[in-house]
Each structure stands twice: as C-alpha cells, then as structure tokens.
C-alpha cells in the first residue's frame, strides 16, 4: 500500500499522519505533501513535531513538499485532511485519479495552526483514530 497524506501546507496535519501511519503499518509506503508551496523544505511545526514526540512518533526529520500531478500516479491512496484539500486535489490531480482521493477521517481534520496547544492533541488523537479506518484495505 502506497498513501500520501495531504494537508495545506505540510507542516500540521499531515506529518503528524505520515508519522502516524508509519508507525502502524511499517510494511506499508506512507509519503506527504502540502497542496500549497508556502512552506516547501521546511520542518513540521515545532508543535506537531512535539505532540507527536509526547506519543513515541519522531516526525522531526520530515521536510515539506508540494503535491505534483504524478503523485496521482504514484500512490495507491491520496487521503486528505479537509473538504478543501480534496477540492485542490481535484484540480491537480487527473481525473482518472480521482477515485484514489478520500478524507483520512470521517470528519474534517481540523487546521490546528492557528489554534492553541490542545488543537494539536485533538489532531493526533483523530489521526491516530483514523487508522482504523484504514486497516483493513487490501495491499
Ligand atoms: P497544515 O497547517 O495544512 O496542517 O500543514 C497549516 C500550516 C500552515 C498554514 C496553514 C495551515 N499557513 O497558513 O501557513
């Protein structure tokens, strides 16, 4: 299994999934990548790097990038975190990829980036969730 986990900017959400996942389904190929270039290169946010540490899940030596149409290609799974990740997804992506684009939860996983400390404890604790929901598909 291939996933791509995909946020805004690659440095919250979808580190801390890409971490996550790995450490769950070590067998499996977990990248990430932000829909915008804002922070290309960069470290994950200082504060996802640490809820992340604080559950035993090193996320610090990840840097971010940005989607590119050949990761349609590439993955089996594009999962992202909100309705607006989809929707640029959609754009980037070609069609016949689009099958492979869902939300990584039954809900949206919310932006922690402008939010307090707890936001990322939230965050973690929804993607950790969110494996089970994956668990079960098929390599
Ligand atoms: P992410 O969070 O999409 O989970 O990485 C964000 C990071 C940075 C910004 C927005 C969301 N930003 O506006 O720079």
């Not at 990548?33 to 996802?48: F, N, Y």
């Not at 975190?81 to 016949?96: A, F, P, S, V």
């Not at 949206?108 to 950790?128: C, K, R, T, W």
Request: with cysteine; charged share 25%; aromatic share 8%.
């Amino acid at each position: 299994m291939k996933i791509c986990m995909v946020c805004l900017g690659n440095i919250c959400r979808s580190p801390a999934a890409e971490g996550i996942f790995k450490k769950k389904f070590p067998h499996w190929i977990i990248d990430s990548a932000g829909t915008s270039a804002w922070h290309i290169g960069q470290p994950p946010d200082k504060r996802s790097i640490e809820v992340c540490q604080k559950h035993g899940v090193d996320i610090s030596l990840q840097r971010a990038r940005q989607i590119t149409a050949k990761d349609g290609e590439k993955f089996d799974l594009l999962l992202a975190m909100d309705r607006q990740n989809i929707d640029d997804l959609y754009h980037i992506i070609d069609q016949k990829y689009h099958p492979k684009i869902h939300l990584i939860d039954h809900h949206e996983v919310n932006d922690p980036y402008y939010s307090a400390s707890d936001g990322f404890e939230i965050m973690f604790q929804q993607l950790e969730n969110a494996t089970n929901r994956w668990k079960d598909t098929p390599v």
